[in-house]
């Protein structure tokens, strides 16, 4: 009875690395996401896709929900954990080209459709704040989203007010060109049709490399 407290100690360490690498790999995918998108649109297309307002409002409220991981529920690792930096960066590396490519995908529609540059932008913004929270559920575990441990009611609550908040701004057009709803409801389908198809890329992903021998 005497080691159950060094049993305990282990659970909590292999649940604070499983939080920390959730963290890695969100943080590494959305910054792939976010500043490869921009880099290529002001250096291609000449066009700059979220004003530097949005940067900030973006900012502010992706520290809610980053926070929250935390207090996330995850799986306890019945063995050692060790990090694997390849296994890590080929993750989220290929979750944030995907995120690439449904940011400027959505950017084409845009503009074939006639849009302005300033509701672009806004429906820009309101896309990367609904894809990159969303891709909390993506990264934290992995297995489909849906498999447990199931996210943490803090988790759930972090991420989805954060939305709603970003969601009303763009609605609204606090400080950015408004969209009202119907385009924010179209946002939220093309980012939530994408969160299946990054679960997919995740999966496909850490298969390769079992495959591989590299997991």
């Known amino acids: 009875p005497g080691l159950g407290v060094i049993n305990e100690a282990l659970k909590q360490s292999r649940i604070t ?120 559920y993506i990264t934290r575990t992995e297995g489909w989203f849906w498999q447990r441990p199931w996210p943490s009611p803090l988790l759930f609550v972090a991420t989805f007010s954060t939305e709603l908040l970003g969601t009303l701004i763009a609605v609204y057009g606090f400080m950015i060109t408004p969209i009202g709803w119907k385009y924010a409801l179209w946002m939220w389908v093309y980012a939530m049709v994408w969160f299946m198809v990054n679960d997919v890329v995740k999966i496909f992903a850490y298969r390769l490399l079992r495959a591989r021998g590299e997991v």
Request: aromatic content about 12%.
């Open 17 to 136: 690395f499983e939080r920390m690498k959730s963290y890695a790999t969100f943080r590494i995918a959305e910054t792939i996401r976010i500043i490869l998108f921009m880099t290529l649109s002001i250096v291609v297309f000449n066009f700059y896709p979220i004003t530097a307002l949005m940067i900030i409002l973006l900012a502010l409220l992706n520290d809610l929900p980053i926070l929250a991981i935390a207090y996330d529920n995850t799986r306890v690792s019945q063995r050692p954990v060790r990090w694997n930096m390849q296994e890590l960066l080929t993750v989220s590396s290929m979750l944030g080209i995907s995120g690439v490519l449904a940011s400027f995908l959505l950017f084409f529609l845009l503009r074939e459709a006639g849009f302005s540059e300033p509701m672009i932008q806004s429906m820009l913004f309101l896309k990367l704040i609904v894809a990159g929270h969303s891709t909390l």
